[in-house]
């Protein structure tokens, strides 16, 4: 029903930056929370940057700092930015949202993936 399209991974240099962007689409719903998460070889898809419904929005701390998330409601976009990259941020991101809420839930939709490798 809601379709969510990734671009922006590739290889980037440490201590470069990287902007991801997730773009949905479908028809007849509303996004209340907008995500962004991370998967490395052999490890469990993690929480890197969300912003969470009413506007909260939430870091890792392997990010913090470093790292913003932010939307384009109007496109039905949002972005993560990560800026002085690590090899440790490398991975597969995945953009999240999560579609209506408690009272119209419409369901939670993840991105194909993208994948970002940190060279050092």
């Known amino acids: 029903q809601v379709q969510l399209v990734e671009s922006g991974g590739g290889l980037v240099q440490t201590g470069k930056s990287l902007r991801l962007s997730c773009t949905a689409s479908g028809d007849r719903f509303s996004i209340s929370a907008w995500g962004w998460y991370r998967q490395g070889p052999g490890n469990e898809r993690e929480l890197v940057a969300e912003i969470r419904p009413g506007g909260t929005v939430d870091y890792a701390n392997s990010v913090k700092g470093r790292s913003t998330i932010s939307k384009d409601s109007t496109k039905n976009t949002w972005y993560l930015r990560i800026n002085n990259l690590k090899p440790e941020d490398s991975g597969v991101y995945f953009c999240?949202?999560?579609?209506?809420?408690?009272?119209?839930?419409?369901?939670?939709?993840w991105g194909q993936g993208n994948q970002v490798t940190v060279s050092s």
């Open positions: 999240k949202a999560d579609a209506g809420d408690g009272f119209n839930w419409q369901g939670r939709f």
